[in-house]
């Protein structure tokens, strides 16, 4: 599903080596935690899974898509595999609800018959039914966020990468989120969540990868963050 | 592609215009603006331009006939100038005519005791280039029964400056105003869309090709294109037939004619809405140009 293999990533504007020797798997179903403090690369992952980056150096591969050779023309195909959730949520303010999360159907050419019936039911599996036609601004920071998780999730995708998605939010929105996002993968979506919020990586017994200085120092199954960030 | 993915691109390009107005608004009052001024330019051009030909056309050439052919012969050689190249238009005036101008012109007791035979027949004749007079002077010269041909070379050369002048800074007037105006459109419409550069990295993450995010820019650039053209049209409109009407019932009226608004309506109309839609579409997806490489 996600192979990195000896992945060095050098920002070409500042020469900054921002990723360095990143070696790991991610499998089909896996719920994974990446961790590490601000700055030592959990962005640059993210960036380089969606293809926003390349890489200097080493081999990415994503649902079957080898990103050292993708060409650009190409990223969308990659990018429609994928359900990407930010800390911002990073809604279109100028649609409801209900819009938002079409028009990442529209975006892959659905049928409108097929919008019809998933965008409800994705609404209804986050818990928004009755808010389709509200406005982002109207909405809480939890509900907005989970309008993001239902435009990730409205095309099926195989992975859905979570990048900060509790940042904005209070502790209890927090966990909701996490057992939201739990019950996804429990329907078969992969699901990889950036954080650093120890406290609630530690309440979930999961697969954490903590990366420090653009390197991954651990690796473990062990359901707790065992790495102390600053 | 499906229709009804066409039509929601469409539908989102429309929607787009309206969700943003005033960005929209601001589009398209800066098109038309630019557009009457260019207008504007090019018809006081075009006018100035037509007043040049009304004075060449009043610069005629003068052929005398050979006072020994017969009045018959005479007339006779009014095919053999109109054979000639360069000729517009050749008119015969007998002897008796051009003294009766004369009269006209003059003191009329300085005539009464001449002989209309004193004069000679002649014709007046227009140029349809004024810069070959010397050539078409030469030509007229040659035809047997001319006698002698007045032509005001000078006159021709100090037109042929004029225009040549006017052509020249026109040209770079509108070169430089045609730039200014792209310049200032394209940077207003990129304006607009730098507000949506948020929306066109969302479109980017959740997998839109560059061509699905174009699509409503590209509509949204062609309407208000085209509006910005049809209105600037109306307004050019509005602003040229109240000024001609100023200069026709005004003292200028007996010494200047204006160019009518139905002679330059149609290469106007096209020449806004292509400029309009040429701007609109254009620069919106140069505008977003930028944006796509996320």
Known sequence: MVQMNDVKMVYESSGMVALEDIDFEIHEGEF???VGPSGSGKTTIIKLLTGEVQAAEGEISVNGFDLRRLKRRKLPQLRRTLGVIFQDFRLIDKLTVYENVAFAMHVVGAP???????VPYVLELVGLNGREKRFPQELSGGEQQRVAIARALVNNPRMIIADEPTGNLDPVRSLELMLLLEKINALGTTVLVVTHEKELVNAFSKRVVAIDCGRVISDGMDGYYSYEIE | MKLNRIGYLIKSGF???FSHGLMSFASVTIIMACLIIMGSFSLLIVNINNIIDDLENENEVVAFVDENLSDEAAQALQADIEALQNISGVRFVSREDARTSFEEDYDKSLFSDIDSSVFRHRYVINLADISLMGDTKAALESVD?????????EYAKGFI??????????LVLIILLTAVSLLIMTNTIKLATFTRREEIAIMKMVGASNGFIRCPFVVEGLVLGLLGGGLAFLLEWGIYVLVCNKIVTGVTGTLISVVAFSTVMWPLLIAFMAAGVLVGVIGGMTAI???LKV
Not at chain 2, 161 to 170: A, E, Q
């Open chain 1, 32 to 34: 994974v935690f990446l």
């Open chain 1, 112 to 118: 409108k018959k097929e919008i019809d019936d998933r």
């Open chain 2, 15 to 17: 929607k787009g215009i």
């Open chain 2, 145 to 153: 029964g001319i006698a002698k041909v007045n032509a005001h070379l």
């Open chain 2, 161 to 170: 400056t004029v225009r040549n002048i006017v052509s020249v800074v026109s």
């Open chain 2, 289 to 291: 140009r930028n944006y």
